[in-house]
């Protein structure tokens, strides 16, 4: 079976229209909760590192001083119905359990977590993220209060209501209509890694101009059709990867080297060995959990709109 595209195999029941004030007490007293904890920047898990277990009961989340009091309900699981809540946790010391504290990226990027279980955690850090970066109004200055088990917060002094961001970014494989496809390459990536261009939308902006934009931008190649292909929840901190080609109307490259290190054009038999680890200059893209593979192993198939 083809693995899901990280962070969308997620199918918790969200039931985010009727919630109220009981629903995160309720959820805490439930004998079937799950709760996954995350340690600043990383998730607390258990188990194999090939296998890890990212839940815990409530005994066990309280024996890891869970701030459960701030968590946030993420919603029931479809076959059993056991409510399924995150929450922010310390870090253990070091070797003082068998607990400890594993990066998402990494673990997304290492395929040992279900897809299921991947997409929740995404959902999981997105929330607390955001929650976090939220505990006072950008009205007034007041001091904010968790509502709806997470789901939106609310002043305390003017009453106003904020809800969770979602920071749409456009990531786009550039082809020619023929037979080459264009990547780049940021100098923060792995050695020899080329991916597709990408770029946060402006307020203002429509996906296919926000397409075009940061193309010229950071290539300087104009793109005329704009096609729709997929999106991706992206959750460091709290993104959406909107999934699109785009047809270049020329084919001289003039990259930005603030933004780029390197940008260029590639065949498809080069960019078919690219995904096979086969490149003879030891070239390749993005893991099979980031949209950029699925942008880039459809044009390595054919399968581009025109």
């Known amino acids: 079976m083809t693995r899901p595209l990280g962070f969308t195999g997620n199918r918790l029941f969200r039931d985010s229209e009727k919630r109220g004030p009981d629903s995160l007490p309720n959820a805490l007293a439930d004998p079937r909760l799950r709760i996954c ?26 024996a890891l001083d869970a701030a459960l009091a701030e968590a946030v309900l993420l919603g029931h699981h479809p076959d059993d119905g056991a409510p399924v809540v995150a929450a922010m946790a310390p870090t253990p010391p070091e070797g003082a359990s068998a607990v400890r504290a594993m990066d998402l990226r990494g673990l997304a990027m290492s395929g040992a977590l279900g897809g299921d279980v991947e997409g929740t955690l995404g959902q999981a850090q997105h929330l607390l993220y955001w929650n976090g970066r939220t505990r006072h109004c950008g009205v007034c ?67 296919e101009d926000a397409v075009r934009r940061e193309v010229l931008e950071e290539s300087g190649l ?27 109307l020329g084919d001289t490259v003039r990259y930005d080297a603030d933004e780029l290190e390197d940008c260029r054009w590639f065949d498809r038999a080069e960019v078919r060995a690219m995904l096979a680890g086969a490149h003879p200059q030891g070239l390749g893209v993005p893991k099979p959990f980031a949209i950029a593979n699925i942008l880039i192993r459809a044009f390595a198939d054919g399968r581009v709109p025109g």
């Open 222 to 248: 104009e793109v005329g059709a704009v096609a729709y292909h997929a999106s991706q929840p992206w959750p460091f901190p709290g993104s959406l990867m909107i999934g699109c080609f785009g047809r270049a």
């Open 37 to 62: 904890l995350l340690a600043g920047r990383a998730f607390l898990v258990t188990g194999a590192d090939d296998a890890p277990d990212a839940f815990f009961d409530l005994a066990g989340a309280q």
């Open 141 to 207: 200055g007041g001091v904010t209060l968790s509502e709806a088990g997470g789901l939106r917060r609310r002043c305390s002094a003017c009453g106003e209501m904020f809800f969770p961001r979602t920071d749409p970014v456009v990531i786009m494989l550039v082809h020619d209509g023929a037979d080459r496809c264009l990547l780049g390459r940021q100098k923060q990536f792995l050695p020899g890694m080329y991916s597709a261009l990408a770029g946060f939308v402006e307020p203002g902006e429509t996906l």
